[in-house]
């Protein structure tokens, strides 16, 4: 998905731009004789680690898995979690290609589909088919993990998009009792803990717990939701805060066009609480440029800039000619109320442009960055691109804020 081409136009070149340093090619890409990394391998999530100069990546691979294969035909096309770690602030990256960090378990009996959460409960498995775009955050001092997921595979969506291609019969004649992320195949984003040691000694099993799914699939498909990687003083307690992207905006207060998505914030005071019906959710923004018209949604979690604001990455797409833009926005904090935006980026400010961002199986233009560090006042970004390479770009952070703060939203 696309290179981060900030703000190379030559109708954009401005002194007050910051530079940015990119990939020349792909940092890491499909590997032919890797089954579950053959096909795809994009949209990293990274983290830094506390004490030690080494970046930690988790990366959404795809392969066709034919012992997955229901009698509905066609191979299915599992999303998997590959690591990888970088020794030189996220120049060069060494993978793990010996098998995933994170599978599914794309079991395909109803009672089958089940997993033991991190208090030993038997809870319905939303990641038993499909685990994608990771985003990775530091939180009350763990290390938390959301991701998209789906009850059962795709196929190859790229040539056919139909979520329910690969689902068994069961869930095709909407039956099962596992509500629509059965019988629709819809995304539910879950929240894993991870332990980073485990992780670092590809102790994989060890490494990460299930903790819930945060999303209700009965609502909405939903999909680009993640957490503050803080809590905030709402209606005066301490909560969570998580935003999100419904496709079904008619489903939540204010969101009455099913042609428009828009990124929505909402608060709970644990992380089950975002189930609950009854919980505030208000539009944190909506589309408002050309290069939006389709959708906007967030990309990787917000990053601290003062003591009440946020930088929050955005992506927006017009459609599938110009493809998905990323641009920035500014959040800031309220007294007992959730976060608004205070400025916002009119500009197209990265999008796909190098040879080996744009050729793949996706043929949308499309870049996609499911996290980034600050290290050494440098912002360092990880990006899918294509749908079958990842690539890193870099950028002075407080230039860049300095650069978002030009556009104050009215």
Not at 279 to 305: M, V
Not at 389 to 395: C, D, E, H, S, Y
């Amino acid at each position: 998905m696309g290179f981060l081409g900030l703000f190379r136009d030559t109708d954009m070149q401005n002194s007050q731009m910051p530079k940015i340093d990119y990939s020349k090619g792909p940092v890491l890409e499909i590997q032919p004789d890797v089954p579950w990394a053959d096909t795809l391998v994009f949209n990293p999530a990274i983290v830094k680690e506390p004490g030690s100069a080494d970046l930690h990546m988790l990366f959404r691979g795809i392969g066709p898995w034919p012992q997955a294969r229901t009698n509905n035909g066609g191979d299915p096309y599992p999303c998997f979690l590959g690591y990888a770690v970088s020794k030189d602030n996220g120049v060069t990256w060494q993978a793990d290609w010996s098998r995933p960090a994170l599978s599914p378990a794309m079991n395909y009996k109803a009672d089958e589909i089940r997993v033991k959460n991190e208090k030993g409960e038997l809870v319905v498995d939303y990641s038993n088919g499909c685990i994608e775009d990771p985003r990775l955050i530091w939180l009350d001092g763990e290390l938390l993990l959301t991701v998209a997921c789906r009850m059962f595979p795709p196929g190859a969506y790229w040539i056919v998009d139909d979520p329910m291609q690969c689902a068994p019969d069961w869930a095709r004649a909407g039956q099962g009792g596992l509500g629509k992320a059965a019988t629709e195949n819809r995304t539910v984003t879950v929240l894993y803990k991870v332990d980073l040691s485990a992780l670092k000694a590809r102790k994989y099993d060890a490494a990460f717990q299930y903790i819930t799914h945060l999303t209700d699939p009965d609502r909405s498909d939903n999909r680009d939701a993640f957490l503050f990687p803080e809590r905030m003083m709402i209606d005066g307690r301490m909560q969570y805060v998580l935003i999100h992207r419904p496709k079904d905006p008619y489903a939540f207060p204010l969101g009455s066009n099913p042609g428009t998505l828009n990124i929505y914030v909402t608060a709970a005071d644990s992380f089950r609480g975002f189930l609950l019906p009854s919980l505030k959710h208000e539009i944190l923004a909506e589309p408002q440029e050309k290069w939006e018209a389709n959708r906007i949604g967030a990309s990787f979690p917000p990053i601290r800039i003062s003591d009440s604001e946020w930088l929050l990455p955005t992506h927006g797409k017009q459609d599938d000619i110009v493809g998905y833009t990323q641009s920035f926005m500014i959040l800031k904090d309220r007294p007992n109320q959730l976060p608004v935006v205070s400025h916002r980026c009119t500009e197209r400010l990265m999008y796909a442009k190098q040879k080996w961002e744009l050729e793949g199986r996706f043929t949308i233009p499309c870049m996609f960055p499911c996290g980034a560090v600050v290290t050494d006042g440098e912002l360092i970004i990880g990006y899918g691109a294509a749908d079958e390479r990842i690539g890193i770009a870099r950028v002075n952070f407080d230039e860049l804020v300095s650069y978002i703060r030009r556009f104050p939203v009215k």
